[in-house]
């Protein structure tokens, strides 16, 4: 059985598979962009977790990373700003995934243009996504 940190990132991940932008979960950055824009779910950090002992639970703020690019030279700046709000809407849309956690929440995004020698820029972003759930053992 997987545990509770797993299947958290896995309910993220498809959720993140609803969108039109191809999502990968890890991984390296592909040699083309897709054209409708690319998400990478990295996993990111648990942190130290909270600690209640009656009854035994750890709760956690874990703290993964989506790497969101699009390329293009026609409005890439509006595309780019709608695939973020798209990946917002649907995060919105259920909290808790499912179940899984207590609460999600997205943080702002840290967006750059990123320089590509012989085509045009693509621009990318790193954004937070805050994952609180509870575990009845951290390696569970």
């Given at each position: 059985?997987?545990?509770?940190r ?31 824009g690319l ?34 030279a026609d ?15 649907a ?30 820029a ?7 996504v ?8 951290p390696?569970?």
């Amino acid at each position: 059985m997987a545990t509770k940190r797993e299947q958290v990132l896995r309910a993220l991940h498809q959720k993140m598979e609803t969108l039109p932008q191809v999502t990968m979960r890890g991984g390296a950055l592909p040699e083309r962009l897709p054209g409708a824009g690319l998400f990478i779910l990295r996993d990111g950090e648990p942190g130290d977790p909270e600690v209640t002992l009656s009854p035994l639970a750890y709760h956690y703020e874990h703290k993964a990373e989506i790497e969101a690019m699009r390329h293009g030279a026609d409005h890439r700046d509006a595309a780019f700003d709608d695939m973020i709000a798209a990946l917002g809407v649907a995060l919105h849309a259920d909290r808790t995934l499912g179940g899984l956690c207590d609460w999600v929440e997205a943080e702002a995004p840290q967006e750059v243009d990123l320089p590509v020698e012989g085509a045009s820029a693509f621009k990318a972003a790193s954004i937070t996504v805050v994952l609180h759930y509870t575990s009845a053992d951290p390696l569970a």
